[in-house]
């Protein structure tokens, strides 16, 4: 099992280009997320996904979209890139769970390194 | 104010010291309370998790969880090099259509030889 792949690991963009970054999973999980990291600012929630055909938004959705393309992939775009983008994204993976004793432990990439010029 | 507090760090430690890695929160909700490791330009990987007030041990590993306070540690005993990475700690509850993940912003630890 690879687990959580991402691509790519690194880009540079100059302001105004758009790029699509891909996710995919391999564990059957029904739910994805995509994160940033940047300093000081822990992982923060831009997209998820809960299941096959939902999107929803998080903490910081400004300036991108996603979409999830079936249960394994799921892809987040930036439309037209800004220096403020510049960060680490990761994609995580959960199973749904309703039932009590659930956690819901993520499974990360590795991420991307995106730099924005 | 952010949901979740962390010690920022950075925190260095001889080899073989007792680490203290700390969050509070201040949302009632999390009902679950996690630490992730990050190596560095790695994804993060979960260490431990916890559901109740109390401890949790795991190895070197203490979890612990205080809901009066709204308070977690991590305890790592007898630390080594091989611990020399970012802790973040994580909290999970419902959130729209799905359970969601609440991070810290990382304490960076490292174990010197």
């Known amino acids: 099992n690879a687990g959580v792949t991402q691509t790519p690991k690194f880009q540079v963009l100059k302001t105004g280009q758009s790029m699509t970054l891909q996710c995919a999973q391999d564990?059957?999980?029904?739910?994805m997320y995509w994160y940033r990291q940047d300093p000081g600012m822990g992982l923060r929630l831009i997209y998820y996904s809960a299941s096959e055909g939902t999107t929803d938004k998080g903490e910081v959705p400004n300036g991108y979209n996603v979409s999830r393309l079936n249960k394994r992939e799921f892809s987040l775009r930036l439309e037209s890139a800004a220096p403020s983008q510049t960060s680490v994204y990761f994609c995580?993976?959960?199973?749904?769970?309703?039932?009590?004793?659930?956690?819901?432990?993520?499974?990360f990439g590795p991420g991307t390194r995106l730099t924005v010029l | 104010q952010k949901e979740v507090e962390q010690d920022p760090g950075p925190l260095s430690v001889p080899e073989g010291a007792i680490v203290s890695l700390n969050c509070t929160y201040s949302n009632s909700a999390f009902q679950y309370f996690m630490w992730y490791r990050q190596y560095s330009r790695k994804g993060p990987e979960l260490l431990m998790y916890?559901?109740?007030?109390g401890n949790k041990e795991d190895g070197r590993f203490t979890a612990q969880v205080d809901k009066s306070s709204k308070y977690i540690s991590l305890f790592i005993r007898d630390s080594q090099p091989s611990d020399s990475a970012t802790y973040l700690c994580a909290m999970s509850a419902w959130a729209g259509s799905a359970r969601q993940l609440t991070f810290g912003s990382g304490t960076q630890l490292t174990v010197l030889p």
């Open positions: 564990m059957n999980h029904n739910s």
């Open positions: 916890t559901y109740s007030s």
């Open positions: 995580a993976s959960s199973d749904v769970g309703y039932e009590r004793g659930f956690y819901n432990e993520q499974f």
